[in-house]
């Protein structure tokens, strides 16, 4: 069993930034594709970001594109999701989750941004855009 752990919510003024983290705690990230998502109270579960085992490729939501950047550091066994320019409609609590299926397959289309193709899930981590 592969156990993610997310990490760096909080709470932060429109206009902040925050980094999440995603680390595992037994197994290789590395083998894995890696998405972030988010789930707002009432809402269902969206994909946010997704990055490759190894981390050239990457695909974003429309409404995180040119604020959001995930990254990944290998050496680390953890993958990131920089959010700058934060919005009150950024709220949510945020998820990472790993996928040995999306292994060379993320980039080109959303399949990486649905939740289906994920074996492995974190308890999520809440974040709150608000003044």
């Known amino acids: 069993q592969l156990h993610v752990v997310e990490s760096g919510g909080g709470l932060v003024q429109p206009g902040g930034s925050l980094r999440l983290s995603c680390a595992a705690s037994?197994?290789?990230?590395?083998?894995?594709?890696i998405g972030w998502f988010r789930q707002a109270p009432g809402k269902d579960r969206e994909g946010v970001s997704c990055?490759?085992?190894?981390?050239?490729?990457?695909n974003y939501a429309d409404s995180v594109k040119g604020r959001f950047t995930i990254s990944r550091d290998n050496a680390k066994n953890t993958v990131y999701l920089q959010m700058n320019s934060l919005k009150p409609e950024d709220t949510a609590v945020y998820y990472c989750?790993?996928?040995?299926?999306?292994?060379?397959?993320?980039?080109?289309?959303?399949?990486?941004?649905?939740?289906?193709?994920?074996?492995?899930w974190g308890q999520g981590t809440q974040v709150t855009v608000s003044s």
């Open positions: 989750a790993a996928s040995y299926f999306l292994v060379g397959r993320v980039g080109g289309d959303d399949l990486c941004l649905n939740v289906g193709p994920y074996d492995y």
């Open positions: 037994d197994l290789t990230l590395d083998y894995y594709a």
């Open positions: 990055i490759s085992s190894s981390g050239g490729r990457t």
